[in-house]
């Protein structure tokens, strides 16, 4: 299975709104609406950010916003901080019953 | 609340087989899609894998002839197996659950592991 494609880096200024973009196929995001976003700072572990393309699980900042048209997948991160510079990883349920994961998108703020 | 904490050896020789365990407190094991993540130095997260409670597993094919996933009877241990280990089986990997999504398809990872560091050398 191949890796969804996330760009490599994104920056922005605080205040700034930034948007994070996955792109997968046929075989699992134009299909399926469970596209899921992590957030990963240097030497912890994941975290859930966004499930099923634009759900926030509680306690997650409203800052935080999903969506999708397509084959791509986006997470915005509105009203950029400081404490949002970390690395950003999709996922995406297949058609072959697996989760794939993006290569991540490094966040400067 | 649910937590869980990965162990293993941290050094395994190549060929050799790395055994790792998810010790889960707080919370049941029956339920939920139990799932091993992990991430080589310096590159991005690769699922493995899971096995859900029913006893049903599912793993990356990129990876299936070599991985076995498993719970022990306590019902609070997972395991993790991967055989005939190479460098780049050097990652740090994490054990997670897997909530299932509202769909019944599949499930997103909303709790987990600190992580644990595995290095594949002689």
């Known amino acids: 299975q191949s890796a969804l494609t996330q760009p490599a880096s994104v920056s922005g200024s605080p205040g700034q709104s930034i948007t994070i973009s996955c792109t997968g196929s046929d075989n699992d995001v134009r299909t399926y609406n469970l596209v899921s976003w992590y957030q990963q700072f240097p030497g912890k572990a994941p975290k859930l950010l966004i499930y099923e393309v634009s759900e926030r699980p509680s306690g997650v900042s409203s800052r935080f916003s999903g969506s999708k048209f397509d084959n791509t997948a986006s997470l915005t991160i509105s009203g950029l901080q400081a404490e949002d510079e970390a690395d950003y990883y999709c996922s995406s349920y297949t058609i072959t019953g697996t989760l794939v994961f993006g290569r991540g998108t490094q966040v400067t703020v | 609340q649910l937590q869980l904490q990965e162990s293993g050896p941290g050094l395994v020789k190549p060929s050799e087989t790395l055994s790792l365990t998810c010790t889960v407190s707080?919370?049941?094991?029956?339920?939920?899609?139990w799932t091993w993540v992990r991430q080589a130095p310096g590159r991005g997260l690769e699922w493995i894998g899971y096995?859900?409670?029913?006893?049903?597993?599912k793993y990356n094919p990129s990876l299936e002839s070599r991985v076995i996933m498993s719970v022990d009877t306590s019902k609070t241990h997972l395991s993790l197996s991967l055989t005939s280990v190479t460098a780049a089986d050097t990652a740090i990997y994490y054990c997670?659950?897997?909530?299932?999504?509202?769909?019944?398809?599949?499930?997103?990872?909303?709790?987990w592991g600190e992580g644990t560091t595995v290095t594949v050398s002689s």
């Open positions: 997670a659950k897997g909530e299932a999504d509202s769909y019944g398809l599949g499930y997103y990872m909303d709790v």
């Open positions: 707080g919370g049941s094991i029956s339920r939920y899609y």
């Open positions: 096995f859900h409670y029913s006893g049903v597993t």
